[in-house]
Each structure stands twice: as structure tokens, then as C-alpha cells.
């Protein structure tokens, strides 16, 4: 789960008529300028410290690699229409084999408000379920019981959708300010609902800071998940039809350098997540008992996770689309 940067471009065909004087030799005309595509594709990767998705780490704090493909088609210079496809490295606690995001919608412009609505697709293969019954350690995601008897438990097929709506403002040159909101009916095929809204800004500094073409920009994002009662599979002996689970913030800051296609990501994640809850959410693998006081409703193992926890990530990407390349 990873930010996409995206672009879109349109120009007019311009007709030159010659001017004739009786003293002047006569020119030919010029031909008319061909009409440029409303297709347009755009496409690249990136290398990472760690893939997080909204706070918690998807590849146990280890390096991982994304790529994407992006055709879009731009129906009018204020209206583009786009699907596409990206895949990702991942570490998930039902061994999945890795992420592969499958997504589209419209992206209208208003000068200089930009907005995007869309749907996403998460889709996760090759997962096992871990039920956390019968004999240890293949029934446990994390491998083993601890002295309460339970252990972490997943399902095998975690992939879920979620449907859209972005928003961002540029109110000038170096300040641009937006905001997201996300909806799942059911977050990672738990049955719990999963809202999550947040609030952008971007500082891009002046082009004449660094030299030879080198851009800089600071960046952060302030959001909030809120999550509805998973089905039974995730139930506990006091909450055996689900539980509630739990809320939580997320925050990161970073500092970023350009140049042309390149771009330089050295951020700040965090959340108010506590390692129970953490293992709550993530039915982490590498979970480790955190003692009796660890053991609550919610999590009867008593199992504590450092998913959720800060983190710093350095990320090296290339976005390009077909016009960048002219």
C-alpha cells in the first residue's frame, strides 16, 4: 500500500497562414500542426527502507520495491478519465505472496483546485488462514501459544476495495494544501469497516534554491482511521461475534529532492497506536508476549506488535509518462 504522483497534459493545434507581399518570394505553407492524443500513459517504481500504509509498516520494517501503469485519457484539458495497476512487496502475517492494486476513476481540475474520485482494489494472493486452533506452531501466525492459550490468527484472503475522493489546492506557487478520504465496507476482508480521512500539505521551495535543476519540497499528512466490529473469525471468548476495532491517528513528515523524473523521500511516520492494539489490527507474525498486562477483550493473547510504531523510511522513485519522455 504507497504514494502514486500523477500528471496530465493537453495543448492546441495552432494553423500558420503566411503573410504575401507583391516584393516578397511566395513561402509554402506550413503544414498544420498534428492534433496530440488525448491518451496518454504513465508509469515507474520506486525502491524503499519499508512499505507503510497509513501508519502501520506492510513488509515487517524491510525494504521493498513498487511499480505501476497508468493509461489515462484525457477527455478534456480540465477532465481526465484513468485505470491502472501497481504492485508492491509485502511481508503479511498470512504469507501472502505479495500486493497487487488494481484501481480507476476521473480526475476533474477547476484552476487551481484539483480533485480525483475513484474505487481501489487490494488484492493479496497466495494467503493461508491461520484459525488459531489445534496444535502449534501451524495454526499460529506468529508460531507458538502464549500462556493464555491464544495465539494470532489471519485469514488467508485479506483483499478488500475501498472507493474515494482527493482533493488539493494550490494557493500559489509554494503552498499547496489537500485532503483524502477513504471507505472500505470491509478493511482487509475482516468485516470491519474501515473510514479514513486526512488532511495534506506540500511546501515546494524556489526553483533557484539548488543548483543544476535540483527541486526540494517538505511535505506532511495528518489523518484518522475509524473502524466498524469484525465478523466471528476475529472473535474472543467475551466478544465471540467480533470485535471492535480500534481507532487510530497517523501522522508523517518528510523532505523531498527532485530532479527530472527522480524523486528523493526521507519521512517521518508515526501513530498513537499502542503495540496491543497494533496487534489487534495486524495479527502480526512477529509478534513477541508482552506479559499479563498485555492481555485484554480484544487481545487475549497477550501478543504485542511494533508495526504501528515510528519510523523513519527513505524511498527512491521514477514517475514518467509518455509526453515526459518527448
Sequence with gaps: MKTILLSSTMALALMATPVLAADMPVKAPKAPAEAESPWDFAFGGALMTDYNFRGITQSDHRPSETVYFEPRYNVTKTLQLYVGTSGEGIDFPNHAAGEVDFYGGFRPTFDKLSLDFGAWYYYYPGGITF?????????????????????????????????????????????????????????????????????????????????????????????????????????????????????????NLGIAFTYKVFTLDLRWYDTDLSQVNCNVLTGDHTATFGGLSSVTATNPSGLVSNWCGSAFIAKFSADLTLGSLK
Design 131 to 251: 484459525t488459531g486452533l489445534g496444535p502449534s506452531p501451524t495454526t499460529c501466525t506468529n508460531g507458538f501459544f502464549t500462556p493464555t492459550g491464544f495465539c494470532n490468527t489471519l485469514k488467508g484472503n485479506v483483499s478488500f476495495w475501498e472507493v474515494y475522493g482527493k482533493g488539493s489546492y494550490a494557493v500559489n506557487d509554494s503552498v499547496t494544501v489537500g485532503g483524502n478520504l477513504f471507505y472500505s465496507p470491509s478493511w482487509l476482508n475482516s468485516g470491519a469497516s474501515g473510514t479514513y480521512a486526512s488532511g495534506t500539505f506540500k511546501l515546494t521551495a524556489p526553483s533557484n534554491i539548488l543548483p543544476n535543476g535540483v527541486g526540494m519540497y517538505l511535505s506532511g499528512e495528518l489523518g484518522h482511521y475509524w473502524f466498524g466490529t469484525t465478523d466471528a473469525f476475529y472473535g474472543t471468548p467475551l466478544f465471540p461475534n467480533g470485535i471492535q476495532y480500534p481507532d487510530y491517528t497517523t501522522w
